[in-house]
């Protein structure tokens, strides 16, 4: 069996300590370095689950069970507000109405039922008019570009602009308030009253 002399063995003793150093210090080195990204992403994932979620409130009514107020978290889709009512009736017709639209606080989800006419063409989100409406009238609160443009007078310019106004006032608490919109004076106004509706 060979032997090893003791000055080759405090060698490799010395060899095996250097590595151990040099290694130790590589993995406290990357751990220091790590620890502050780590750190900071708990953080700021703390952060985000601490934001508050803005909630809205739209109304579902229609060929839905329970027809009513609901609030919503923000970013929420016609589907979920309607799942909120408790889901579509069987004699809904769900063709009609835009589960994927995303609400808007103050929004009215109209279910229509099937082989009912509707008071108006489908709109992004609602489907139709509120019921009870008049035929052939917009419904401000959730037209689309559109039906909006059908309306004498209104063309796309000025439909858009009705679209920009809804969203960044909320949806409309009366048809006068069309008149703040730019491109809608007095005299245009009392040509739309009649053909529109909330």
Sequence with gaps: MPTISRGRALGYVAVLLA?????????????????PVAAQR?????????APERTLTVHVVGAVYRPGLYRVQEGSRVDDAIRR??????????LLVNLAAPVADGQQVVVPVRGA???AAPAAGAGAAAPGA??????????????LDTLPGV??????KI???????GAFASIDELDAVPGIGPTRLEQLKPLVDL
């Design 42 to 50: 708990a953080e700021t994932v703390v952060q985000a689950e601490r």
């Design 117 to 119: 006419a509707p008071a």
């Design 155 to 160: 063309g796309p310019v000025t439909a858009q």
């Design 19 to 35: 590595l151990l150093v040099v290694g130790g210090r590589l993995v406290l080195a990357g751990d220091n370095d790590s620890d």
């Design 134 to 147: 008049a035929v052939g009238t917009v419904h401000l609160n959730s037209a689309t570009l559109e039906q």
């Design 85 to 94: 009512a408790g889901g579509a009736k069987p004699k809904a017709e769900l």
């Design 163 to 169: 679209l920009d106004y809804r969203t960044a006032n």
